[in-house]
């Protein structure tokens, strides 16, 4: 019984850096960080806000609307509401299924700057509802 210990004992050790890893990507309040957050509300532009689901290697649990991350280039993977496109675009849901289940995921790189806010938004570019594509809507200074 002791030997099966004593080889847990490495696997735990890795699992617990494989889980610090992934946290790599997010910035403490002392370091230099990025702000990655979604807009507010539709614009007249057919831009949507986004729902994050994955940041890097870090899925997103929860539904914050902006994160830190360290300066570098990440994969953000978003997904948008289809009733709000359906309600302000021409268009009309292909079937109630997807209606419901809302999580056509696209994703987008961005590579972030210390000082920089980055507004994320989802672009209708149509002619279905389901055709978007995740979008950087502008870039600002942070304060």
Not at 80 to 91: D, G
Request: with cysteine; aromatic share 8%.
């Amino acid at each position: 019984m002791k030997h099966y210990a004593i080889r847990l004992i490495p696997l735990a050790a890795a699992l617990m850096l494989a889980a610090c890893a992934s946290q790599t990507e997010f910035a403490t309040s002392g370091e230099p960080h990025a702000i990655v957050t979604t807009i507010a509300a539709p614009s007249a532009s057919s831009v949507y806000p986004v729902d994050f689901y994955r940041i890097g290697s870090h899925k997103i649990a929860g539904n914050a609307r902006s994160y830190w991350l360290k300066p570098g280039t990440y994969e953000i993977t978003v997904f948008v509401n289809l009733r709000q496109i359906a309600a302000n675009e021409p268009v009309r849901l292909p079937n109630t299924r997807i209606a419901r289940r809302e999580t056509i995921l696209h994703s987008v790189n961005v590579q972030v700057q210390s000082g920089r806010r980055y507004i994320i938004g989802a672009r209708w570019i149509g002619p279905q509802v389901t055709d978007w594509k995740p979008v950087v809507v502008r870039v600002e200074r942070s304060s």
